[in-house]
């Protein structure tokens, strides 16, 4: 069609190409911030990456990042991304269908201002809180020993996998029940008549309707949390020592530290392979989301 | 339109002359002292001091107040000299120093660096352009050969000792290194950060190695790796700094000693008894922190005049004790009654690098701190960088797999 009216009217072909600029327009804020935020230093990591301190091309950097301990430190962030979502998909799941489909409005509301605050309380005010509340002289860790129960007898500690997991739930479980809670809301009461007048129990609903719907956000969500979980940086590196290795620590430690020198390109390489990671979880996230918004559009 | 766009062509043209107007105008006066490499080629002490009041600015970087009294060095120059500090991201590390040099706009240059020894070896990188200006202070001759570079391009400054820290609610005191594994302080001992990252961390465990039987060989830390294994078998290894220390998190752990000046009272001040000791067996010394001067240093003059200011040996006047007739004297006469640099560093407890000099001069001031070297206690070190840099990579090979 655009062709068409393009040969048929070659003169007017200057006024043409200005409306088309014109159309590019509102979209350019977003182009320049998208080019210069996220193009821009995506491709100098993956360049950079590839180079030498001589600044010469070499793969060795892709090789160290895959032996001991960088190897360790993936399969650790790859664990505590899996794990910390996998604790709190479900219950978070179920939270926010109770608090969307029993809850009163208020309710809703202030849960949701309040979700969006612990879902985003990260770092060292984390770490700290904690501290105070399970570490080893924690308010927590006291109660629960007068108690009976002495959790650091049997080698508990916020520094350790197990630790992180606990400090890590504190944001993953908010988070999963902001982010399911839209798939919750658009499951429509009409559907459940339907099911109804058609003569499906409650159960039969859920297993042919219900969960095939939000199966998509789900998964979604999911991928979304391990992401979360297995790119966290400032409370594990508030809370441990270097004994846990973690991707993101160890990119911290090779890029800012004072003892390691010249390993800048290392942990850019480290940086590239998180990216990579980080988008085999994505990209299944944004096709499923594709897919969840289609059907539920119709 | 075309009215508009001849309008702001005429004011980028502006803003291109005035920038460059002030670009050229201190560059010009200031050639020779950019290029000094000593105080006589600067013209004097009396001139470096008139050319740098008259800058007005000196921009540091990574230097806390609280680390070993810069806050106090800081507020003596100031006031003496009548220059503003400015302190660039100060609990930063020293890899963030030198890529501050490498990559930072002409703005944002430091003009003085501190950094740890590990990282040394980036400012004169072997065919490539070294990031540092040489200079050689006055008193160049009492830093000792193996802490500086023969052309001025690195100096030592100042070393540490490591310390036990401990909170004295323990039921025992830890007195040395091999205490650690002690089941009195089961799950509070640890470290104050990644020693693959930290330098004070790393030294922690070549202080630890000393005391568990390797102080024969400073590039071995098999056993201060060995000690930290058997601690962490017991229970996961704490991070010392000073928010665990004040929540009782952590009870013991090896620090500077410089900094036991920032640590105690703050934790006093939320009701947490600590206290500093040297082990009794073995102390390190460790190799000590560097200065240079900045090759992109924005203020010349200023560069220079901290580099006399922090290798001076003077005992004097501080900050307070200066008076309104003091500031007017001429450069060399206020700066030879001001309290030296060295001497701030002796006070928090650290070794100024000069201190075997400054003692047989006898112008060295007491410290300030209230533990010793015990007598049954070896100093021992400081390793050299070849030390330094094998135990880094036993280290860094064996710390995360702990």
């Known amino acids: 069609m655009i062709q068409k009216i393009e040969r048929e009217s070659a003169p007017s072909r200057g006024a043409f190409s200005l409306s088309k600029t014109f159309s590019i327009l509102p979209y350019l ?3 320049i ?10 491709s100098r990591l993956v360049y950079v990456s590839f180079l030498s301190n001589d600044n010469t091309f070499t793969l060795s950097n892709f090789e160290t990042a895959f032996k001991k301990p960088y190897n360790t430190g993936f399969i650790n962030s790859i664990k505590i991304g899996i794990y910390s979502a996998g604790l709190t998909v479900f219950p978070g799941a179920v939270i926010a269908y109770f608090v969307e489909t029993r809850g009163s409005s208020k309710l809703r509301r202030s849960l949701a201002a309040m979700n969006g605050v612990l879902a985003n309380t990260g770092g060292v005010p984390l ?4 501290t105070a509340a399970l570490g080893i002289q924690g308010f927590l860790t006291k109660a629960l020993k007068s108690a009976g129960l002495d959790i650091y007898a049997h080698q508990f500690s916020l520094a350790t996998l197990t630790g992180l997991l606990v400090v890590y739930l504190y944001f993953q479980l908010p988070l999963m029940i902001i982010i399911f809670s839209p798939a919750i809301s658009a499951l429509r009461r009409e559907w459940v008549e339907a099911a109804t007048n058609l003569g499906a129990n409650q159960y039969q609903y859920w297993i042919r309707i219900g969960i095939p719907l939000l199966f998509p956000s789900f998964i979604a969500s999911f991928l979304l949390l391990f992401a979360s979980g297995f790119s966290a940086y400032a409370t594990a590196n508030a809370l441990t020592v270097g004994n846990l290795p973690l991707t993101p620590l160890q990119i911290g430690g090779l890029l800012d530290g004072n003892v390691s020198a010249a390993q800048l390109h290392l942990g850019k390489a480290l940086g590239v ?26 | 339109m075309r009215a508009k766009r001849l309008a702001v062509a005429a004011t980028v043209a502006a803003l291109f002359t005035t920038g460059l107007v002030v670009a050229t105008a201190p560059a010009q006066a200031a050639t020779n002292i950019c290029k000094a490499k000593n105080v006589t080629e600067a013209g004097g002490m009396d001139a ?3 050319a740098a009041k008259k800058e007005g600015k000196l921009a540091l970087i990574t230097t806390p107040r609280d680390w070993a009294n810069y806050g106090a060095i800081f507020d003596a120059y100031e006031k003496a000299f009548g220059v503003k500090i400015s302190v660039d991201n100060p609990d930063g590390s020293s890899q963030y120093e030198i890529d501050t040099m490498k990559t930072a706009p002409k703005a944002k240059q430091p003009d003085s660096i501190d950094i740890g020894p590990l990282v040394v070896a980036q400012l004169t990188p ?6 540092s200006s040489p200079y050689q202070v006055i008193n160049w001759k009492d830093i000792p050969a193996a802490a500086k570079d023969s052309n001025g391009y690195w100096y030592g400054n100042y070393g540490g000792k490591l310390a036990i820290v401990y909170n004295t609610t323990l039921p025992s005191v830890p007195t040395k290194a091999t205490d650690f594994t002690k089941p009195d302080f089961k799950g509070v001992v640890g470290i104050t950060g990644d020693p693959t990252s930290s330098n004070q961390a790393f030294m922690s465990v070549l202080a630890a190695s000393l005391g568990n039987g390797g102080q024969k060989n400073l590039a071995d830390v098999t056993a201060g790796l060995s000690l930290f294994k058997t601690v962490k078998a017991a229970a996961p290894l704490v991070k010392v700094n000073s928010s665990n220390l004040v929540t009782g998190t952590a009870k013991v752990g090896f620090m500077w000693d410089f900094n036991a000046l920032g640590v105690v009272p703050a934790a006093k001040e939320a009701g947490i008894s600590l206290k500093f000791a040297y082990p009794t067996d073995y102390v390190l010394q460790a190799p000590p922190y560097i200065n240079a001067i900045n090759a992109k240093s924005p203020n010349c003059a200023n560069a220079r005049l901290w580099q006399e200011f922090v290798y001076s040996q003077n005992k004097g006047k501080t900050a307070a004790d200066l008076t309104a007739a003091d500031l007017k004297l001429p450069g060399s006469k206020l700066f030879a009654l001001m309290q030296g640099g060295q001497n701030y560093f002796q006070q928090s407890g650290a070794d100024p690098i000069m201190s ?13 701190l209230d533990f010793e070297v015990p007598a049954s206690a070896k100093v021992v070190g400081p390793p050299t960088i070849s030390d330094v840099l094998a135990a880094r990579e036993q280290i860094i090979s064996s710390w995360s797999s702990l």
Do not use: D
């Open chain 1, 33 to 42: 911030i998208f080019s210069y935020f996220f193009l821009f230093p995506i």
């Open chain 1, 273 to 298: 392979v998180m990216i990579l990671i980080s988008a085999i979880a994505v990209v299944p996230y944004l096709w499923i989301q594709r897919r969840t918004s289609r059907w539920s559009q119709k």
């Open chain 1, 127 to 130: 770490a700290f809180m904690f």
């Open chain 2, 126 to 131: 072997p065919g490539g352009k070294q990031l």
């Open chain 1, 29 to 31: 804020p977003f182009i």
């Open chain 2, 356 to 368: 075997a000099a400054m003692k047989k001069k006898n112008t060295l001031v007491p410290s300030l």
């Open chain 2, 48 to 50: 470096l001091v008139a």
